[in-house]
């Protein structure tokens, strides 16, 4: 069975921060491959985070990432879309949250960012139907 599955918009990048998301979009699956590995990665990239993100510039990340790597805006990539964007706000000297939650009743997990203490980057609100339980907030410096 199939159902039709619209990408997010793209948009716009210049030279620098096109190649800035390509490489967030090349490191990201191999970093999301395992726990030890993005639970370690995730940690170095928050240490010190200059400053949170805002709503904005999260939702630019995810869209950033998404143009310059097709396959991240797809249904099934939320942890590698969502640690590709988390290392490009990082790259800009801010930082928001990642956040995993479970659907309760099922095995269907899904990863977003948050920023302003809400889902950002997202069609819809995942909260509705996710129950997070992991979520990797950067820390002030």
């Known amino acids: 069975m199939?159902?039709?599955v619209a990408l997010p918009p793209?948009?716009?990048l210049g030279p620098r921060r096109f190649l800035l998301a390509r490489t967030a979009g090349i490191l990201a699956p191999r970093i999301a491959a395992s726990t030890p590995r993005l639970e370690s990665?995730?940690?170095r990239i928050q240490q010190g985070a200059g400053r949170r993100s805002t709503t904005a510039e999260t939702e630019h990340a995810v869209l950033a990432v998404c143009t310059a790597n097709l396959r991240l805006g797809g249904c099934r990539a939320c942890l590698p879309r969502?640690?590709?964007?988390l290392l490009y706000c990082r790259a800009q000297g801010h930082t928001p949250a990642l956040v995993i939650g479970i659907k309760p009743g099922t095995a269907q997990v899904h990863a977003?960012?948050?920023a302003d203490g809400r889902p950002a980057g997202e069609p819809s609100?995942?909260?509705r139907v996710y129950t997070p339980i992991t979520r990797y907030s950067p820390?002030?410096?």
């Not at 969502?82 to 964007?85: G, L, P």
Request: no cysteine.
């Open 2 to 4: 199939s159902f039709p």
């Open 10 to 12: 793209r948009i716009t």
């Open 41 to 43: 990665a995730l940690a």
């Open 82 to 85: 969502s640690v590709a964007a």
């Open 112 to 114: 977003w960012l948050e």
């Open 125 to 127: 609100d995942p909260t």
């Open 139 to 141: 820390q002030e410096k």
